[in-house]
């Protein structure tokens, strides 16, 4: 089973940065779209930003300005930068993305595992 392994969670004060990466596990998969959700206690899941393979890019109106998504095609990587940080950027974020399987050219589409933000006031 694919697995998507994200990293760069934590606790942070408002108006800091954090950067999250996610990456899938094992070689054998390459990522197409790449994507970034998040979701807070009682509310549902939103899409936070997207990114291409070619690097076009999309984020929720909330998160324009601050987010930065970007991504290693080298390394099958895909990064969220998040500065000046809000108390209501607190949820969950978990990655999401198309993989090619680069044995038979199956498309999957993944998840990682999750990992928590927190931005305190």
């Known amino acids: 089973q694919v697995q998507l392994v994200e990293s760069g969670g934590g606790l942070v004060q408002a108006g800091g940065s954090l950067r999250l990466s996610c990456a899938p596990s094992?070689?054998?998969?390459?990522?197409?779209?790449m994507r970034w959700y998040r979701q807070a206690p009682g509310k549902q899941r939103e899409l936070v930003a997207g990114?291409?393979?070619?690097?076009?890019?999309n984020y929720a109106d909330s998160v324009k300005g601050r987010f930065t998504i970007s991504r290693d095609n080298a390394k099958n990587t895909v990064y969220l930068q998040m500065n000046s940080l809000k108390p209501e950027d607190t949820a969950v974020y978990s990655c999401?993305?198309?993989?090619?399987?680069?044995?038979?050219?199956?498309?999957?589409?993944?998840w990682g595992q999750g990992t928590q933000v927190t931005v305190s006031s």
């Open positions: 999401n993305a198309d993989l090619t399987d680069v044995r038979f050219g199956t498309v999957k589409n993944s």
């Open positions: 094992g070689t054998i998969f390459s990522a197409n779209a």
């Open positions: 990114i291409t393979r070619g690097g076009s890019t």
